[in-house]
């Protein structure tokens, strides 16, 4: 698969030379990525989907206003996880499914789970129990393996912090596993 | 600082082996084709602001001559403005004058009003201490003679007297005993 280089995105659009295919490339570019990120907090695909669209949106409404200080990978996740925040926010009160029931249900379609299956839930339920905002550092830097730097930049909090949050997210979630181990 | 492009399994390998060892697969149902139909899901929706260019198109001359009627509406209302603060000046300075006038009319007049209730107030004093105090006491002629009083006067009294004389009803105005 091609990679197209953001700045040559950037180009298309910004420039006027051929906006339409600039927002299919971004699109195309960053829709899967984005989507995992926004599903691992929401663990609803509805919901994923309509804060994803929502985030492409916004983000090609909003170009015009992007200033190259940051990375646009990084001003996408940026976008994208204020949006998934405020969706969680404004939703706190409505009962969703949980990534970990999501993965029972599919455990339980198969015929036995195995031990990889069994130490991947229970690492699933570990993260869920993390508060919002540890959850979203964990799975930034576990999952999407971004830099610190970019990580502060989506964030918009100091490397140092986001550091330390990630250390004890990790504790925490070796100590859930170890302790629910059978 | 070197550790800020640390690897995340370097990192996990010093903080929990355990979490290194494990798959990163989500593991979420994800619809079959989604990732395929979501991306014209998503432009379809851009192609709103598209949407305005299909607005009539303006009247025939209406952008060439907008320029010289928003001049004319400018310097129109310019005009406008400045008539409305010439009237307004010209208000204020009447009602100035106004007021001047009203107070130096008032202020010369009072002053005359004074002089002459002053002189007055000496002539009426000097013409009263000329006679007694007790009305019974003055002479008629006198005052006739003073030209307080003119002969007319006093023959329209008599008159007149005589003529309430004439009304009165002669039973109740009678000294007959009943």
Sequence with gaps: ?182 | MSDDNISVQDELGQISPLLTGLSKDTQVEVPKDYFSTVEDQILSQLQLPKAKNIIEPAPEGYLENLEDEIIKKVADKGNGTKQSHNIFKLFIGAAVAACLGVFLISRFSVGDTQVNDTEVTYEAIDYFDAYPQDIEDINVNQLIDNGILAEEDISFVIEEDNLQMENIDPIFHSDAPF
């Design chain 1, 1 to 182: 698969m091609l990679v197209i280089d953001d700045t040559e995105i950037l180009t298309l659009i910004t420039k006027g030379t051929d906006p339409n295919k600039g927002y299919r490339l971004l699109v195309s570019k960053y829709k899967e990525k984005l989507y995992y990120h926004i599903r691992r907090m929401v663990s609803s695909h509805d919901d994923a989907d309509d804060i994803l669209q929502n985030t492409f949106l916004k983000v090609i409404r909003n170009i015009d206003s992007f200033q190259a200080q940051s990375s646009l990978y990084t001003w996408l996740y940026r976008i994208a996880t204020n949006e998934t925040l405020n969706f969680i926010k404004s939703s706190k009160n409505k009962t969703s499914e949980s990534l970990d029931q999501t993965q029972v249900l599919r455990m339980g379609s198969s015929d036995l789970p195995t031990d990889g299956d069994i130490i991947i839930h229970k690492l699933n339920q570990a993260i869920n129990l993390l508060p919002e905002k540890q959850k979203l550092v964990f799975n930034l830097r576990y999952y999407d393996e971004m830099s610190y730097q970019d990580m502060a930049d989506v964030t918009e909090t100091s490397v140092g912090a986001l550091k330390a949050s990630f250390h004890h997210a990790v504790k925490k979630i070796e100590e859930f596993i170890k302790d629910n181990h059978e």
